[in-house]
């Protein structure tokens, strides 16, 4: 069962769909690393590690996880790299 989507203004969704939380980390990365800094991608994953393993990945790689619903997860693509 998923649970209503939040009110969260993004720039991009990704959804990881079935696939287990590391399988969802290497298709995400793939996903966003040409993006531009300060996009704000919806990342859905229904994997019950997520909720752990996807804000630790945020810091490994200095994404920010701007909010957390799981399975909804909002991040803000390398924030410390926008330029003014």
């Not at 203004?9 to 800094?37: A, H, M, S």
């Not at 997520?50 to 924030?79: D, F, G, S």
């Amino acid at each position: 069962m998923t649970s209503d989507l939040p009110s969260w203004q993004f720039d991009d969704e990704f959804d990881g769909g079935e696939e287990t939380c590391g399988r969802v980390i290497v298709n995400l990365y793939l996903y966003i690393r040409d993006q531009k800094p300060g996009r704000r991608v919806l990342v859905i994953s229904r994997d019950p590690g997520a909720p752990v393993e996807l804000p630790a990945w945020c810091r490994m790689t200095r994404n920010q996880l701007t909010a957390k619903q799981h399975p909804y997860y909002l991040i803000t693509l390398k924030p410390e790299l926008i330029k003014e």
